[in-house]
């Protein structure tokens, strides 16, 4: 089973849809758990931090669900510059980052 | 967050050859990492670099082929030995800051490898 799991993709959405996108992780050991975006030929930007049980920054919400591993990131009234990449991203206790292989996204007009 | 910097942001490199990538912080940060990313695939770790004394190497990865140096807090260096095609690929290094965010990681902009 891989370590951390996340919906293939991809996405194409209208701008202004609502999209979201789930991420299973193996390790219940898993301390902190992070969303990234990559743009085509750039490298990773931290976009979100998730927090106990979800946080919100703006149209991007975050949830955590330990008791089944599960993270999810909601993003609503999409933008055409919310095409990107998202990486599903856990610690396991270290410092140390296991990245999903990415849900790729594109809004279109 | 950090701004992280890296040299050369590419290059072409012959087979059987070294290239070293620096990388550069803007600020002292606790952790540095270096992470391989493929064609089509999410990041690797290859490595965390240590101040002052050896890497921690991920399985299947070697200091022989991959060997790592951080002098200070600011800076590290990693050379990727005896090159084969199989080494094209974007590496990328990342620092952790210490703080609120003790976990987060952020990346310098990669250097893309092509190995002929």
């Known amino acids: 089973r891989k370590e951390v799991e996340q919906d293939p993709g991809p996405f194409n959405v209208p701008e202004g849809a609502t999209v979201a996108f789930n991420c299973t992780y193996s390790n219940s050991a898993s301390q902190s758990f992070f969303w990234y975006r990559q743009d085509c030929r750039k490298e990773p930007k931290l976009l979100m931090s998730v927090y106990s049980s979800g946080n919100e920054d703006g149209r991007f919400t975050a949830q955590l669900n330990r008791a089944s591993q599960y993270i999810s990131l909601l993003i609503r009234d999409s933008k055409l510059s919310d095409s990107a990449t998202y990486l599903c991203?856990?610690?396991?206790?270290?410092?140390?980052?296991?990245f999903g292989k990415g849900t790729k996204l594109s809004v279109i007009p | 967050s950090a701004v992280i910097s890296q040299k050369p942001s590419r290059d072409i490199c012959q087979r059987g050859t070294s290239l070293t990538i620096q990388c550069q912080v803007d600020s002292q940060v606790t952790m540095m990492f270096w992470y391989r990313q493929q064609p089509g695939q999410s990041l690797t770790l290859i490595a965390t670099a240590n101040q002052g004394s050896e890497a921690t190497y991920e399985s299947g990865f070697v200091i022989d082929k991959f060997p790592i140096s951080r002098p200070n807090l600011t800076f590290s260096t990693l050379t990727v030995s005896n090159m084969s095609p199989e080494d094209s690929s974007i590496y990328l290094c990342?620092?952790?800051?210490?703080?609120?965010?003790?976990?987060?990681?952020?990346f310098g902009p990669g250097t893309r490898l092509t190995v002929t």
């Open positions: 991203v856990v610690n396991q206790g270290s410092y140390q980052l296991t």
């Open positions: 990342s620092a952790t800051t210490s703080g609120r965010g003790l976990y987060e990681q952020y």
